[in-house]
């Protein structure tokens, strides 16, 4: 892991950070959210509500406190739901791209990377759902980010301790953040949890249309470039509708500080 070097001060590391933290970052929205039916019939997935606000709105919470101004959010599914909430939302200024038909992830993005800039940015799930300790996964990324050696750095989550996930995790990862794959018949230690910073440089010869990000960061594993951080802090996986409910009541029952970052 890169470690920005010490300041004389708190004022000057935070300082330091925000001068390095990207100042883009795209919200992917446009996913029709199928295992959270019926609720997602009505719905968009980042328009559910947990505590009284949406995950949306949690997320760009993060990115306002991370002091990232410039967004972009894709939409698809039920898009003018997502158009008209967007609206009432002042900070930080959000461009909505609307697909004519669904991207995947990593189409969604390389539409995008015309309002990117030519800066590594942030790309965020728009269902996560995660709590900032002292230092929030974004500004953990901005200070582990080293261009000379990344084209992705992907925040990960133990997959011990996750409630509602039952899979075998995504990735392993070695002492210097390198990340490597699991096999199909292993069991990894590491989930993806939705949050990353990207080159625009990893998106040259990729296809027009629907591709997954999958493919980039399989590109990135084969060349060394592809890093992860661990998350410390409290995340939350909401894939189902008995997921979300858990969710919910872990957090009405543990903790009662559904706080806007």
Known sequence: MVRLPRTSS?????????STTPQAAMILAAGKGKRLRPITDKTPKPLVEVGGITL???ILDHVERAGIGQVVVN????SEQMAAHLEKRKEPPVKVLFEKALLDTGGGV??????MGKKPFFVI???VLWFDEAKGPLD??????DSKRMDALLLLQPVVGVESYSDKG????DSLGLLTRREEQETAPYMFAGIQILRPQLFSDTPDGPFSLNLLYDRAQETGRLCGIPH???WFHIGTPEALEETRDILNHGRNDFYRP
């Open 10 to 18: 708190a004022a000057g590391q935070s300082a330091m950070l925000k």
């Open 56 to 58: 949306l709105d949690r």
């Open 75 to 78: 939409a698809f599914h039920l």
């Open 110 to 115: 390389r539409n995008a990377l015309g309002e």
């Open 125 to 127: 799930n728009g269902d």
């Open 140 to 145: 953990q990324l901005a200070e582990a980010w």
């Open 170 to 173: 995504d990735y392993f990862m």
């Open 232 to 234: 410390s802090g409290e």
